[in-house]
């Protein structure tokens, strides 16, 4: 007797919803926790499996919950990664506790030889075979097919066998042919052995080997050719699974790590050991999740539960009642026949329902007519909030300042004439808190209307800050503040309209820089530190501007200096040197020890007017990653270059052509002063507006008289790209509406 032992592998697979974490933290009937993988090709990974890729949270501890999905196919397959091989899944069932994995079958003919090499052991650790829904089969005329589990006792086998083909019938496996018996309980790993009496000698012209497999029911179905050749080489198999090895009882002992969540039954493994978490009836879900199972709204699905009357959920259950008038306990189909069937009062109540849907009309008539009268009521408060906008802006004032009080109060009507109802061929900037638009009054007069983007409680501080800080300046060289409008959505601000642009792009346009002179640029530096100077010393409170940078500086046709952009100033107190705030700035520009310790000072409009300054020297935007890591600073790269004496190399070109060598040196002295890193080792910046102011004074007395330029500094660096650049405080190049607190700027606070 030639003996011919098989080993059945079997390979699963488990796969939930699709090849991609799908988060699914909304939905009421999610299978995964949130944030987990739920899928893999066209099967869903249910709690308490979990993904290989997954979050250790996403699955429970024992290896057999954990899926591996093979992306490198199309779809993906999900496996189980064990040991001794990779097992295929096609279904996993919360509700029946089952997996349905794939099963692969070996031939031996009658010389030993392997006809088929595809198969493997099976040993699942707390996994179980199915004793209800798979069956053993072994198919040969000459066959004897027993399993024997890892101690190697024989669990279950067959005989099959027959002298003839014509012997043996399709679809019949009672042991002609084919044999095939029930699984034991609890087994949990297998191999298969096979043994023929006479070596298929007397068959072997239509048997010439034998096959044996344990398979889910009804997946195979017996033919007479498979004598000849088994085409049926992978069928399916069903695992039993639970929970841990303890039952309900002992389980439940211990509440932390017991599963079963709310709305549960909790049932005892008929196979293998462990218990099982089911929703309870009339509701539905995951059993395994936090959140539980969910009740069943049955009225909303009729064709599963069927009712004619009227329908109403209740937890866990429904109930199904006749309307008023009829007859019966309206569920059709429930055993006893019943339908709602109308009677006498089914006329009279339609009566009843057409005199209250008069009345209901009437109602709704007059609670229409009340909320018009409401709409009146508001409306003229709104007309009051008009007329004492001004009076209600002063009360956000510690103090009531006469430069408000003169501030026009605009109406909504003046304003949307003023732009042509705010048409886009007005708008002359653009920025992350709002629209500027270019108006004509009716005197006219040109003026810039800031219209905010959303109606929320900062935006309203910030427009009150910037009206407050800007009653609080008197001077030339800050743009002027006409007047507002309190009585639209969003709060109007109205500005004169200076109309040649930003400094910044007059420095970094191609077209521009080249009629900035040196003494323009002087000029300007100096008007710029003036104003400055007047914040921090001349108003009656203390004012940092807070966002000091070129694109908040604008030009009249004259090329007069104009500072705007006052929405993250700050007021300090008189007896205050310095504030703890949230960081506000623009990138490039800020002071790296405000970014630091969140302090705000004077000093800090200092460091930014130092950057302003070295931009009017170079040409250079003040952050642009086009230049090398080096570079992309232009303080540090210009400190740097100072140190190292290349000023000369750095400097825009059009001034070094001026050959004001010494002019250039001593402003570059003063914007490294401006640029120390320690704020109490900066100059303020009324000794900066002095500076300045000397050397411009010394400018205009020299005239064309120049020194002569070092031929050996004329060396320049290539001009940078001017047209593709990164400007962290966005496209708003207007200076009106450009706080760089809507921009991607990351904003540090003290914690203070």
Sequence with gaps: MVFHKLLLRVVVIGAFLGPYH??????????????????????????????????????????????????????????????DGDLQILDVSLEDHEIRVNVSTICYDSSGNRKSISYADLFLAIFPISSAKNKFTAVGCDTLAF????????SFGCTSSCGDVSDVSNGSCSGVGCCEISISKNSFGYGINIWGNSNHSDVVDFNPCSSAFVAEIGSYNFSVGDLKELKFNKSTLILDWAIGNQTCEEAKKNSTSFMCKNNTACNNAENGSGYKCTC?????????????????????????????????????????????????????????GQVCTTNSLYLMEILVGVTVAIIALLFIIGFLYLGHKKMKLIRLKEQYFKQNGGLLLQQQL??????????????????EKATNNYNESRIVGQGGYGTVY??????????????????????????????IVLSQINHRNVVKLLGCCLETEVPLLVYEFVGNGTLFDHIHNPNKSSKLSWKTRLRIASETAEVLSYLHSATSIPIIHRDVKSANILLDANYTAKVSDFRASRLIPLDQTQLFTMVKGTWGYLDPEYLHTSQLTEKCDVYS??????????????LSFDRPEEE????????????????????????????????????????????????????????????????????????????NVNQEEMVHLPREKTDVYMDISGPMNTGYTDSMEDHNMPIYSSGR
Excluded: W
């Design 22 to 83: 799908n988060h699914m933290t909304e939905a009421v009937d999610s299978r995964t926790k949130p944030e987990c993988r739920s899928t893999c090709g066209n099967l869903s990974i249910p709690y308490p499996f979990g993904s290989n890729d997954s979050d250790p949270h996403c699955r429970i501890d024992p290896p057999s919950f954990r899926v591996v999905c093979d992306d490198s196919t199309d779809p993906p397959i999900p496996y189980m990664n064990r040991r």
């Design 147 to 154: 399993a024997q589990n890892r101690s190697g006792k024989i």
């Design 280 to 336: 309870s009836k009339g509701y539905q879900g995951n059993p395994y999740l936090d959140t539980g199972c969910h009740d069943i709204d049955e009225c909303a699905d009729p064709k599963k539960y069927p009712c004619q009357g009227k329908c109403e959920n209740v937890d866990g259950s429904y109930t199904c009642s006749c309307p008023k008038g009829y007859h019966g306990n309206g569920t059709k189909g429930n055993g006893d």
């Design 398 to 415: 510690n103090e009531p300042d006469k430069s408000i009080k003169a501030a026009k109060i605009f109406s909504a009507e003046e304003l």
């Design 438 to 467: 270019k108006g004509l009054l009716p005197n006219d007069m040109v003026v810039a209307i800031k219209k905010s983007k959303f109606v929320d409680r900062s935006q309203i501080e910030q427009f009150i800050n910037e009206v």
């Design 609 to 622: 007017f130092g950057v302003v300054l070295v931009e009017l020297l170079t040409g250079k935007k003040a």
């Design 632 to 707: 992309r600073s232009l303080a540090m790269y210009f400190l740097l270059s100072l140190e190292n004496d290349k000023l000369f190399q750095i400097v825009e070109e059009v001034i070094a052509n001026e050959g004001i060598n010494e002019q250039v040196r001593k402003v570059a002295i003063l914007a490294k002063r401006c640029l120390t890193i320690k704020g109490e080792e900066r100059p303020t910046m009324k000794e900066v507006a002095i500076e300045l102011e000397g050397l411009r004074t010394m400018a205009d007395l020299t005239g064309d008289s120049h020194t």
